[in-house]
């Protein structure tokens, strides 16, 4: 059985939204984009042993498919995307154009279960806020893997909403970086 870990750039009042660059998510009237910039050289790169596959939320996937399939493969990031299986929440893109991509048939909370169920080692969820919220309320992210950066940004999109009932978390492994980024694991428990 596969684990389900999100993986999620947050600064320290949680907000995730527009990580990369200014014009990656500016809804709501998001002016703060690319805030992430400063901390990408002293983010480690871990965990790319384990993960078998991925999975992302349309908006998440669409900005990932026009970006890292142009990136060589002397970047291990790029080498690890671009080969691994990609899976992708959407009610809305029939084709995906980034090899290995497809498209998660039917409902949500089952299609994440039977991925969870085929296969060794883990999937990994990238961003994808709302697909990461749902699969929270319903008890199938086994793993959090947090990089909270040194940042308060006041507004945006944040990661943790409203979930219907609390759920216990049981610290892993931490670190820091040289920046001061907290890198944090945790399992999720029900």
Do not use: C
Not at 11 to 16: E, H
């Amino acid at each position: 059985m596969r684990t389900l870990a999100a993986i999620e750039f947050m600064t320290v009042d949680g907000v995730m939204q527009g990580l990369g660059s200014p014009e990656e998510d500016t809804d709501g009237g998001f002016r703060h984009g690319g805030w992430g910039a400063p901390f990408a050289a002293a983010t480690p790169v871990s965990g790319l042993g384990d993960t078998t596959a991925y999975l992302f939320g349309r908006k998440t996937y669409e900005k990932m498919a026009a970006f890292w399939p142009h990136q060589a493969d002397s970047n291990p990031i790029a080498a690890h995307l671009n080969a691994a299986p990609k899976f992708v929440a959407t009610r809305t893109l029939s084709a995906l154009d980034w090899p290995g991509s497809q498209v998660l048939a039917g409902d949500l909370v089952t299609a994440v279960s039977e991925l969870k169920q085929n296969g060794s080692g883990t999937v990994a969820i990238l961003g994808s806020g709302v697909l990461v919220h749902e699969l929270m309320t319903n008890h199938l992210v086994d793993e959090l893997r947090l990089f909270v950066h040194p940042l308060l940004l006041g507004t945006g999109k944040r990661l943790f909403r409203e979930l219907p009932a609390p759920r216990s978390l049981r610290l892993m492994d931490f670190s820091t970086t040289a920046l001061g980024t907290l890198v944090l694991s945790y399992a999720v428990h029900d």
